[in-house]
T-cell receptor
């Protein structure tokens, strides 16, 4: 296992289109996080899963965003009816649960979304 | 709600010198984790160092060490013998240990430039 992977790495879409991103976490990690990062800012929490359960979702996340983690393995993040303000880097991270969670998260390379 | 503040948008250091990056946070909790993450240009974020709030001893990892002042809610990162490869964005992050939420809260980052 070589770490957290995300696909695609870059996505250009037109306003109003739907997009879906995929994240494959480190195989033994049961927590998976999604973040949004804009230029010059820190990662902004969107949502996280423990196994297949979505435990928390940011109040800032509009109804156009949805995430899934079927079977507690990979996760997808879908944005419907994209807007120019959705342009950002979308980061995925995974971690172990329990005391091992104190070891921190491991991040993927991100998916850069550009909405034209 | 917890917040993390990094008041230095940018710092510079001469190669082989020492630099300290500042981070303050606000929380009403007594048990939590603090992290420093490094994000090199166009590369993925990696964990630099972590600190558990119940431990008084400051964490160290090779050339990286922290100054954790719990009462002052301060968590600074010291980089000794700075190297060109240390140039990156550095983010401070907080995670609760007891509130039942496992989300991470990040600061806005400090861009570190290393001068040859």
């Amino acid at each position: 296992d070589t770490g957290v992977s995300q696909n695609p790495r870059h996505k250009i879409t037109k306003r109003g289109q739907n997009v879906t991103f995929r994240c494959d976490p480190i195989s033994e990690h049961n927590r998976l996080y999604w973040y949004r990062q804009t230029l010059g800012q820190g990662p902004e929490f969107l949502t996280y899963f423990q196994n297949e359960a979505q435990l928390e979702k940011s109040r800032l996340l509009s109804d156009r965003f949805s995430a899934e983690r079927p079977k507690g393995s990979f996760s997808t993040l879908e944005i419907q009816r994209t807007e120019q303000g959705d342009s950002a880097m979308y980061l995925c991270a995974s971690s172990l649960a329990g005391l091992a969670g104190a070891l921190g998260q491991y991040f993927g390379p991100g998916t850069r979304l550009t909405v034209t | 709600a917890q917040t993390v503040t990094q008041s230095q948008p940018e710092m510079s250091v001469q190669e082989a010198e020492t630099v300290t990056l500042s981070c303050t946070y606000d929380t009403s909790e007594s048990d939590y984790y603090l992290f420093w993450y490094k994000q090199p240009p166009s590369r993925q974020m990696i964990l630099v160092i972590r600190q558990e709030a119940y431990k008084q001893q400051n964490a160290t990892e090779n050339r990286f060490s922290v100054n954790f002042q719990k009462a002052a809610k301060s968590f600074s990162l010291k980089i000794s013998d700075s190297q060109l490869g240390d140039a990156a964005m550095y983010f401070c992050a907080y995670r609760s240990r007891t509130s039942g939420t496992y989300k991470y809260i990040f600061g806005t980052g400090t861009r570190l430039k290393v001068l040859a």
